[in-house]
């Protein structure tokens, strides 16, 4: 099993930004893919962004492509979502999950852990 900490949440002006952080612990952290879901209120989990285990590849929903960046420090055992120009519809909780096959997955389902979530609040 691998342990997932979100950190970096917090409350930030829409156009500002917010780098949150997943820290890794209890299985290897090279060895797994890693992604980022977010949800509200009332509604199904959403995919943000995934990354595989080498970092060499990356996807992101069309509602952030150009705007958040994920990236992995396999050295510090943390994975890390930039988020850019935000705007007040990306206000949600953001969850970080860990994939243990390792490969680029996209959906819930693929993901085996899953962190305690940070809230992401953009005022207008």
């Known amino acids: 099993q691998v342990q997932l900490v979100e950190s970096g949440g917090g409350l930030v002006q829409a156009g500002g930004s917010l780098r949150l952080s997943c820290a890794a612990s209890g299985r290897t952290f090279n060895n797994y893919g890693m992604g980022w879901f977010r949800q509200t209120p009332g509604k199904e989990r959403e995919f943000v962004a995934a990354i595989n285990w080498s970092g060499g590849s990356t996807s992101y929903a069309d509602s952030v492509k150009g705007r958040f960046t994920i990236y992995r420090d396999n050295a510090q055992h943390t994975g890390y979502l930039q988020m850019n120009s935000l705007k007040p519809e990306d206000t949600a909780v953001y969850y970080c999950?860990?994939?243990?096959?390792?490969?680029?997955?996209?959906?819930?389902?693929?993901?085996?852990?899953w962190g305690q979530g940070t809230q992401v609040t953009v005022s207008s």
């Open positions: 999950a860990a994939d243990y096959t390792g490969k680029l997955a996209l959906l819930a389902t693929d993901f085996d852990s």
